[in-house]
């Protein structure tokens, strides 16, 4: 059982680069959400979905883009790297009446 | 503007005596509290959580308290143990259990 698998683990882009983060579980649940953790600012929801083919902006959802066509895949695209996208990313997952999300281990991203 | 606050960055505690965690929040709607830690290079990892219908939960050596007129909780970890140094970060929901809000988190640091 491999829990919430994100990859890469770091990546470091050009301004105007676009890249897709991965994230995949193997739990069968139904939420998934991306999170951003910055200094100071603890994490921030990006995107969230509550199942396959249904996604939401979260806090800060501007320069991303998500889709969700299986249960177990929720890729975060960003479309046009910006310098205040560095930050480390991470992927949750959750069932539905679960005390709380499993999250995967993190994406580091530096945006040059 | 923050609806989850961590006043204090950072607490230094001796093992073997109390940790208390502080998390205030404004949202008058969130419902559900939880409690993450995280080390470095890691997710965050689910720890406790506590519905807004009570005031109290314990789960071994930690213990989440909600006061709600204050919106108020704070995380007790009795006794302390140098294991327990991690970011400690506050997340709260309402109505939608998959929209997590999270503190900036407090950085806990138990000496030996």
């Known amino acids: 059982n491999a829990g919430v698998t994100q990859t890469p683990k770091f990546q470091v882009l050009k301004t105007g680069q676009s890249m897709t983060l991965q994230c995949a579980q193997d739990?069968?649940?139904?939420?998934m959400s991306w999170y951003r953790q910055d200094p100071g600012m603890g994490l921030r929801l990006i995107h969230y979905?509550?199942?396959?083919?249904?996604?939401d902006q979260g806090e800060v959802p501007n320069g991303y883009n998500v889709s969700r066509s299986t249960t177990e895949d929720f890729p975060l695209r960003l479309l046009s790297a910006a310098p205040s996208q560095t930050s480390v990313y991470f992927c949750?997952?959750?069932?539905?009446?679960?005390?709380?999300?499993?999250f995967g281990s993190g994406t580091r991203l530096t945006v040059v | 503007d923050q609806q989850v606050k961590q006043n204090s960055p950072s607490l230094s505690v001796q093992e073997g005596r109390i940790s208390i965690l502080n998390c205030d929040y404004t949202?008058?709607?969130?419902?559900?509290f939880l409690w993450y830690k995280k080390y470095p290079a890691e997710g965050p990892t689910f720890l406790i959580s506590?519905?807004?219908?009570?005031d109290k939960n314990e789960d071994g050596r930690f213990t989440v308290f909600l006061n709600k007129s204050a919106k108020h909780l704070s995380l007790h970890i009795v006794p302390s143990q140098p294991g327990d140094s991690a970011v400690y970060f506050c997340?709260?929901?309402?109505?939608?259990?998959?929209?997590?809000?999270f503190g900036a988190g407090t950085i806990l640091r138990v000496k030996s």
């Open positions: 997340a709260a929901s309402g109505g939608y259990r998959n929209k997590l809000v």
């Open positions: 506590i519905s807004s219908i009570k």
């Open positions: 949202n008058s709607m969130f419902d559900y």
């Open positions: 739990m069968n649940h139904e939420y």
């Open positions: 949750a997952s959750s069932s539905v009446g679960a005390r709380g999300y499993t």
């Open positions: 979905s509550v199942g396959a083919g249904i996604t």
